[in-house]
Nanobody
Framework: QVQLVESGGGLVQAGESLTLSCRAS????????MGWFRQAPGKEREFVAA????????SYGDSMKPRFAISRDNAKNTVYLQMNSLRPEDTAVHYC???????????????WGQGTQITVSS
């Protein structure tokens, strides 16, 4: 099992960039697909991006792909989310997850981090 801890959140201005990190402890990080989700106040949790265990396959939520990029470093047990051209509507708690792909759909069925807040001011 893995335990996940996110970092890198904070307050930024619209148009700026930010990179989130999620470091895993425990066994088997390189066996899991990893994903990012976000939840804004009063809204449901939303899929942001996912990456296969090998890093070869990636997927993004609607409207995420042009601005966001997910990557992983299995040697460091870490997955990253590079976010560019941030907008006020990106303000949310961002969560890291471990899971698996079922076909082309990412299923976060193993573990969740505690979340990290991103606030984008206009």
């Amino acid at each position: 099992q893995v335990q996940l801890v996110e970092s890198g959140g904070g307050l930024v201005q619209a148009g700026e960039s930010l990179t989130l990190s999620c470091r895993a402890s425990g066994r088997g990080f390189s066996c899991y697909a990893m994903g990012w989700f976000r939840q804004a106040p009063g809204k449901e949790r939303e899929f942001v991006a996912a990456i296969s265990w090998s890093g070869i396959s990636v997927s993004y939520g609607d409207s995420m792909k042009p601005r966001f990029a997910i990557s992983r470093d299995n040697a460091k047990n870490t997955v990253y989310l590079q976010m560019n051209s941030l907008r006020p509507e990106d303000t949310a708690v961002h969560y890291c997850s471990a899971g698996a792909y079922v076909g082309v759909i990412y299923n976060p069925d193993h573990a969740w981090g505690q979340g990290t807040q991103i606030t984008v001011s206009s």
